[in-house]
Nanobody
Framework: QVQLVESGGGLVQTGGSLRLSCAAS????????MGWFRQAPGKEREFVAA????????YYADSVKGRFTIFRDNAKNTVYLQMNSLKPEDTAVYYC???????????????WGQGTQVTVSS
């Protein structure tokens, strides 16, 4: 059974930092692109960042470029999202997702975590 378990969310002030973690189990971690998505109240879920296994290559939404960093520890089957210079508009539930294959995409992720709340106060 595949499980993606996020942690690290919380309340932070504008300009602060948080690091989200996503521990994966039940899958061959190296066979999956790992991604982070977020959903704010009343809005659709949106892509935040993704990382491939090989090289690895990283991809970001324009809204987080230069502030967020995605990285993975393949030995621990864990992907991280380091979030710096947080803004109130970053407030959302953040989801970890896994997409089978070597090529990144903003869609067609096979597995999802339960989400972790990030709240940025102004």
């Amino acid at each position: 059974q595949v499980q993606l378990v996020e942690s690290g969310g919380g309340l932070v002030q504008t300009g602060g930092s948080l690091r989200l973690s996503c521990a994966a189990s039940g899958l061959t971690f190296s066979s999956y692109v790992m991604g982070w998505f977020r959903q704010a109240p009343g809005k659709e879920r949106e892509f935040v960042a993704a990382i491939t296994w090989s090289e690895p290559s990283t991809y970001y939404a324009d809204s987080v470029k230069g502030r967020f960093t995605i990285f993975r520890d393949n030995a621990k089957n864990t992907v991280y999202l380091q979030m710096n210079s947080l803004k109130p508009e970053d407030t959302a539930v953040y989801y970890c997702a896994a997409r089978f294959g070597a090529n990144w995409s903003q869609g067609r992720y096979n597995y999802w975590g339960q989400g972790t709340q990030v709240t940025v106060s102004s």
